[in-house]
């Protein structure tokens, strides 16, 4: 019986392994977690009801609702690298949530919350996404560099998050679904002594958050 489970967890880890086409690494999909959890959990769930036919049953059964989970969220990130490639938008995974990283060079001037053109098409391709992806949840982060001290640097890095999300409103997602938050300069991705540094901690990120 232990045998049958671990082998039954074994093929839905390699059978999801994948080359990722955008850094040629070979690399487990979050698919591929989903579908490995799932199947440990219906598993082990079906042997307790049915014995090793339970288990075939129950790995099938819990396979394909955590290839769901993974693969609904693997399908966003995808389109969302497509949509924003060559425009300076960092599409990471974290966990099994997206994570958009968008520098002030296409969002904002320094010490200011008047967002720029240039964000304009960048986030017309994330709101076509939220919209198409509607059990996504969006969480709009502002960031900022050391610069100045926290009573000026919170409040903008607010501003400009609510800046995105009312764009992102606009452009017909679902103000339910967003949430925004201004971090000033508590969260540096990069090193602050610096200019290119300070550069990269001027940012806005959007979360996109399964809520499946």
């Not at 967890?9 to 392994?17: D, G, H, V």
């Not at 129950?58 to 995808?78: E, K, L, S």
């Amino acid at each position: 019986m232990k045998k049958t489970i671990l082998s039954l967890i074994a093929i839905a880890f390699l059978s999801a392994c994948a080359t990722d086409p955008y850094t040629g690494e070979s690399k487990v999909s979050k698919t591929a977690w989903g579908t490995g959890i799932g199947t440990a959990v219906g598993a082990g769930v079906g042997a307790l009801i049915g014995g090793e036919k339970g288990a075939l049953i129950g790995a099938g059964v819990g396979a394909a609702a955590g290839a769901g989970t993974g693969g609904y969220m693997d399908i966003q990130a995808r389109k969302l690298r497509e949509s924003l490639q060559g425009t300076g938008v960092q599409v990471a995974r974290d966990g099994q949530n997206i994570r958009l990283i968008m520098p002030n060079a296409i969002t904002f001037d320094t010490n200011n919350d008047v967002m720029k053109t240039s964000a304009n098409k960048v986030l017309d391709s994330v709101a076509i996404v939220a919209k198409e992806y509607n059990k996504t949840n969006l969480q709009v982060i502002g960031h900022t560099d050391s610069t100045g001290n926290d009573k000026i640097n919170i409040p903008l890095s607010q501003r400009r998050a609510a800046t995105v999300a009312n764009y992102l409103q606009l452009r017909g997602v679902n103000g339910a679904r967003i949430s925004v938050a201004g971090m000033g300069a508590s969260q540096p991705i990069a090193s602050n002594d610096t200019a290119a540094g300070r550069e990269q901690n001027r940012r806005v990120e959007i979360f996109l958050i399964n809520a499946q």
